[in-house]
């Protein structure tokens, strides 16, 4: 099928996803002028979505600012930027309060069955939390928040939506050839129904397209999330920072008939404790032996421990056993967890849950400042596509929803205080249509299946929650040959959205295989066995990977 002749599209600003991140940026930019969003599914169908657990937010007279601070920090394992971290978690009731302002409900004490100051928030506790903090919607609080952002967003006049569109590239200054400083002019965009390239022309340009959890081949992330926004700003050459930082949430369900379940960490914060099965058969606690906050130890401490005794015993999961609170509380904390257990054969007030680790979000992405600012002008990244120094080497959990609601307001802030700054500093210039050169149709589709299973496959056999310096270079190796295939593919044959997404995936992949090779030490998600120790003289020292600009 040959690409029908490519649309020139003029907007104020551009909008690359559709979760919490780019919603919210979008929203406060339609003050300032028309907002393109693009999202390559529904708009409905982002990594947001799928969030259980809360948003990590001050409410409680008994928490503090620096007490969420100290959490973070601790969690980051030295890596976190503290001015960045302490703005965010101070600026996080404010942002909070926007959400409800435009229709999202959050569960309250009297939804729980608590008399007591029923109006007050529910606040869970999970994993690396010293306090509760963690507001929640039940256990479907990423689907409440973008539930009240897509309407309200559908209801603004200024935003159009560009559903079942993927962003091929960003266009930029030095990509088209233009001399002088490097601006952000717009994106090349694929309209998957017409298969048509379309030339989106902007403002500015905001990167919200998610996390890369289907780099690898155990995911809670959906589909979608194949690191589109880290892959164009890698292309539009925007420094990427701390790749070797991928987590593994620890408890994702173990069962044939569900797929990329995710097992809340709110679990263990209401006293879940995992637990493996002994050579007796019987169920035993193991988190003593890892950590003082046992169950409820940071991410990266629990998955590497759950990823020990697997190996050690040749179980297939391990457990979480909540079998001491009531069935009444549970159908009430997690409606949507019990529900879905249920319809599997599991009470999870009688029967222990069976979990294992898998890829889950990604802390390292786009170097950007605190209001997303990529360096260059006009450009910007925010959410989980972006690296602000907020989760330094492991992000604290519920930290994700925050800094995406925080650092997109302020995004939008300071794009709408310097629209005319940034307008004026547009090169002026004829923009090149899209070209598909000498491209033809392919009879090779097969290929992109093989490449984007054997990524997966080598990516969690060789860079996953345990690495060695042996088992990077095996993957260095393949992923070289795997990209050699695929750029000769992308451009000898015509754009699909497989081919798309195939060469962010690979991108990715070569980007977190250099960056864990670089660091040489464990620290936070980096753990190698030949470098097991943390070295203090790294400490807050980023593992920071630039494309040559002359690269082609």
């Given at each position: 099928?040959?690409?029908?002749?490519?649309?020139?599209?003029?907007?104020?600003?551009?909008?690359?996803?559709?979760?919490?991140?780019?919603?919210?940026?979008?929203?406060?930019?339609?003050?300032?002028?028309?907002?393109?969003?693009?999202?390559?599914?529904?708009?409905?169908e982002c990594n947001t979505r799928y969030a259980q657990g809360g948003i990590a937010c001050v409410l409680d007279r008994l928490d503090s600012f620096e007490e969420h601070l100290i959490d973070t920090m601790d969690a980051g394992d030295h890596l976190c930027k503290k001015d960045v971290?302490?703005?965010?978690?101070?600026?996080?009731?404010a942002a909070v309060k926007d959400l409800i302002d435009i229709g999202a409900r959050?569960?309250?004490?009297?939804?729980?069955?608590?008399?007591?100051?029923?109006?007050?928030?529910?606040?869970?506790?999970?994993?690396?939390?010293?306090?509760?903090?963690?507001?929640?919607a039940g256990d479907i609080t990423g689907e409440e928040i973008?539930?009240?952002?897509?309407?309200?967003?559908?209801?603004?006049?200024?935003?159009?939506?560009?559903?079942?569109?993927?962003a091929i590239d960003l266009i930029t200054s030095w990509r088209i050839g233009w001399i002088g400083d490097n601006v952000a002019l717009g994106a090349y965009v694929l309209d998957i129904k017409s298969n048509t390239v379309k030339t989106f022309v902007s403002v500015s340009t905001v990167v919200a397209a998610g996390g890369a959890g289907k780099v690898y081949l155990y995911t809670s992330n959906p589909d979608v999330a194949c690191g589109a926004g880290i892959a164009m700003c890698y292309r539009a050459?925007?420094?990427?920072?701390?790749?070797?930082?991928?987590?593994?949430?620890?408890?994702?369900?173990?069962?044939?008939?569900?797929?990329?379940?995710?097992?809340?960490?709110?679990?263990?914060?209401?006293?879940?404790?995992?637990k493996r099965r002994d050579s007796r058969g019987e169920l035993v606690e193991f988190m003593d032996a890892y950590h003082p906050m046992k169950s409820l130890a940071p991410r990266d401490i629990v998955a590497r421990a759950i990823d020990n005794e697997l190996k050690r015993s040749g179980q297939p999961c391990a457990f979480i056993d909540i079998r001491g609170k009531s069935e009444?509380?549970?159908?009430?904390?997690?409606?949507?967890?019990?529900?879905?257990?249920?319809?599997?054969?599991?009470?999870?007030?009688?029967d222990p849950i069976p979990v294992?680790?898998?890829?889950?979000?990604?802390?390292?992405?786009?170097?950007?400042?605190?209001?997303?600012?990529?360096?260059?002008?006009?450009?910007?990244?925010?959410?989980?596509?972006?690296?602000?120094?907020?989760?330094?080497?492991?992000?604290?959990?519920?930290?994700?929803?925050?800094?995406?609601?925080?650092?997109?307001?302020?995004?939008?802030?300071?794009?709408?205080?310097?629209?005319?700054?940034?307008?004026?500093?547009?090169?002026?210039?004829?923009?090149p249509a899209w070209s598909s050169g000498k491209a033809t149709d392919s009879d090779e589709l097969v290929v992109i299946a093989h490449n984007w299973d054997e990524i997966r496959r080598f990516m969690w056999d060789y860079v996953g929650i345990v690495r060695t310096t042996k088992r990077l270079e095996r993957a260095?190796?393949?992923?070289?040959?795997?990209?050699?295939?695929?750029?000769?593919?992308?451009?000898?044959?015509?754009?699909?959205?497989?081919?798309?997404?195939?060469?962010?995936?690979?991108?990715?992949?070569?980007?977190?295989?250099?960056?864990?090779?670089?660091?040489?030490?464990?620290?936070?998600l980096h753990y190698t066995l030949d470098y097991p120790e943390r070295d203090p003289g790294m400490d807050f020292k980023d593992t920071v990977l630039k494309r040559p600009r002359n690269m082609d």
């Amino acid at each position: 099928m040959a690409l029908a002749k490519s649309r020139l599209l003029h907007f104020d600003h551009l909008v690359i996803g559709s979760g919490l991140a780019g919603l919210s940026a979008a929203l406060k930019l339609a003050k300032s002028g028309s907002v393109a969003v693009v999202s390559k599914s529904d708009a409905s169908e982002c990594n947001t979505r799928y969030a259980q657990g809360g948003i990590a937010c001050v409410l409680d007279r008994l928490d503090s600012f620096e007490e969420h601070l100290i959490d973070t920090m601790d969690a980051g394992d030295h890596l976190c930027k503290k001015d960045v971290v302490e703005r965010i978690v101070r600026e996080a009731p404010a942002a909070v309060k926007d959400l409800i302002d435009i229709g999202a409900r959050f569960t309250t004490l009297g939804d729980m069955g608590i008399e007591k100051d029923s109006s007050d928030f529910h606040l869970g506790r999970e994993g690396g939390h010293t306090k509760r903090r963690v507001l929640h919607a039940g256990d479907i609080t990423g689907e409440e928040i973008h539930r009240a952002l897509l309407e309200a967003c559908r209801k603004e006049p200024r935003i159009s939506f560009f559903e079942q569109h993927i962003a091929i590239d960003l266009i930029t200054s030095w990509r088209i050839g233009w001399i002088g400083d490097n601006v952000a002019l717009g994106a090349y965009v694929l309209d998957i129904k017409s298969n048509t390239v379309k030339t989106f022309v902007s403002v500015s340009t905001v990167v919200a397209a998610g996390g890369a959890g289907k780099v690898y081949l155990y995911t809670s992330n959906p589909d979608v999330a194949c690191g589109a926004g880290i892959a164009m700003c890698y292309r539009a050459n925007v420094p990427i920072s701390n790749m070797e930082f991928f987590q593994f949430h620890p408890t994702i369900l173990y069962h044939h008939k569900a797929k990329n379940f995710l097992i809340s960490e709110a679990v263990r914060g209401e006293g879940g404790v995992l637990k493996r099965r002994d050579s007796r058969g019987e169920l035993v606690e193991f988190m003593d032996a890892y950590h003082p906050m046992k169950s409820l130890a940071p991410r990266d401490i629990v998955a590497r421990a759950i990823d020990n005794e697997l190996k050690r015993s040749g179980q297939p999961c391990a457990f979480i056993d909540i079998r001491g609170k009531s069935e009444e509380f549970l159908r009430l904390r997690f409606p949507n967890i019990f529900s879905k257990l249920l319809d599997l054969g599991i009470n999870m007030s009688k029967d222990p849950i069976p979990v294992v680790p898998a890829a889950h979000y990604c802390c390292g992405g786009a170097e950007t400042d605190i209001c997303g600012f990529t360096g260059i002008n006009g450009l910007y990244a925010v959410g989980e596509c972006a690296c602000t120094g907020l989760h330094g080497a492991n992000r604290l959990a519920s930290n994700s929803l925050l800094e995406a609601l925080v650092v997109a307001g302020l995004c939008a802030g300071e794009i709408e205080s310097n629209f005319e700054k940034l307008k004026e500093k547009r090169p002026t210039g004829r923009i090149p249509a899209w070209s598909s050169g000498k491209a033809t149709d392919s009879d090779e589709l097969v290929v992109i299946a093989h490449n984007w299973d054997e990524i997966r496959r080598f990516m969690w056999d060789y860079v996953g929650i345990v690495r060695t310096t042996k088992r990077l270079e095996r993957a260095k190796s393949r992923i070289k040959n795997i990209r050699r295939e695929i750029e000769k593919y992308y451009w000898d044959f015509l754009i699909t959205k497989d081919i798309v997404e195939l060469r962010n995936i690979s991108c990715v992949a070569e980007l977190i295989i250099d960056s864990a090779a670089e660091r040489k030490e464990s620290r936070g998600l980096h753990y190698t066995l030949d470098y097991p120790e943390r070295d203090p003289g790294m400490d807050f020292k980023d593992t920071v990977l630039k494309r040559p600009r002359n690269m082609d």
